[in-house]
């Protein structure tokens, strides 16, 4: 039984969850400064992260097995491996996705949540097809991850306002640029099988020069958010921060050097996410 979890977890990239669900931490802590902190909305906050995270990697795995097979990088993954079978991650999907669903239901009486959650569920499903059609598809990624720090503002307070959008448009661009940057990995293979990505289309220059002007949009959001939602020196000291640690990203991975891209990738991209949200919340800690 433990292999078989630890097997669904290698599947998903669990470990990748932390890209995502900081955001939409901060996002709600920032809102509890306003609204009554309930535990089921905290509760409910990672359960749908975890679940709407594990559908929708789950599904890329399933839609993409037959392109990983015959990548040279990708054939170890799970089903080109035989480790787990096509109806055994289906059904692991369908069961994350009842799981989203379901969780939404700790919002209530806010039944926003639930009323999206099919929306999200599907716009969340659909970025595995965009390389098929569209060399701008790390953006479908990064829009999908983009929705967390909003769901999670709409689930505690049922409304919207500039703050949850400029920490989205942050992940926005900051997931958009560190996207490209893995992309590179595959650019040959990529043209070779008529996919679509930046790097396979204009090469990996400019591809990478595309993703530090997307991480540049990424710092001018995060001193927006500064501004607008009246954060401190912790929170201002930690957009520096992240700014030295995106130029860091981009010392890493060079056109004629790609080696380094996943110490880049996760390493690098880890420490911006979860930094984010300590310094975010010592900032309103100290705020009081």
């Given at each position: 039984m433990f292999s078989s979890i630890r097997q669904f977890l290698d599947l998903i990239r669990f470990s990748h969850t932390v890209f995502a669900l900081p955001f939409a931490l901060l996002s709600a802590v920032l809102a509890w400064r306003t609204t009554p902190f309930r535990g089921q909305d905290l509760l409910g906050i990672l359960l749908c992260m975890v679940f709407a995270r594990?559908?929708?990697?789950?599904f890329n795995r399933l839609v993409d097995r037959r392109i990983d097979a015959v990548n040279p990088r990708t054939a170890g993954r799970h089903l080109p491996a035989g480790l787990l079978s096509v109806p055994a991650v289906a059904a692991f999907t369908l069961l994350s996705a009842a799981g989203f669903i379901a969780s939404t239901?700790?919002?209530?009486?806010?039944s926003w949540p639930l009323i999206l959650a099919v929306p999200v569920l599907l716009f969340l499903l659909g970025y595995s097809y965009a390389k098929r059609?569209?060399?701008?598809c790390h953006?479908?990624?990064s829009a999908a991850l983009m929705l967390s720090p909003i769901a999670a503002w709409i689930a505690v307070t049922g409304g919207i306002t500039a703050i949850?959008?400029?920490l989205a448009g942050a992940v926005f661009f900051w997931v958009g640029g560190f996207d490209i940057i893995y992309a590179c990995q595959d650019v040959d293979f990529d043209r070779d099988r008529h996919l679509n990505s930046i790097p396979a289309r204009?090469?990996?220059p400019l591809a990478l020069r595309l993703a530090a002007l997307s991480h540049v949009g990424t710092i001018l959001c995060l001193f927006a958010?500064?501004?607008?939602?009246?954060?401190?020196?912790?929170?201002?000291v930690g957009i520096v921060i992240v700014s030295m640690l995106l130029l860091y990203e981009h010392w890493l991975v060079r056109p004629d050097d790609l080696t380094?891209?996943?110490?880049a990738f996760f390493q690098v991209n880890a420490v911006i996410s979860i930094g984010l949200l300590l310094v975010g919340v010592v900032d309103i800690w100290l705020l009081g």
């Open positions: 594990s559908a929708a990697m789950a239901l700790l919002f209530l009486p806010n059609f569209t060399s701008w953006y479908w990624l949850p959008l400029l204009w090469g990996v958010l500064w501004h607008v939602a009246e954060l401190g020196a912790v929170f201002l380094r891209v996943n110490i």
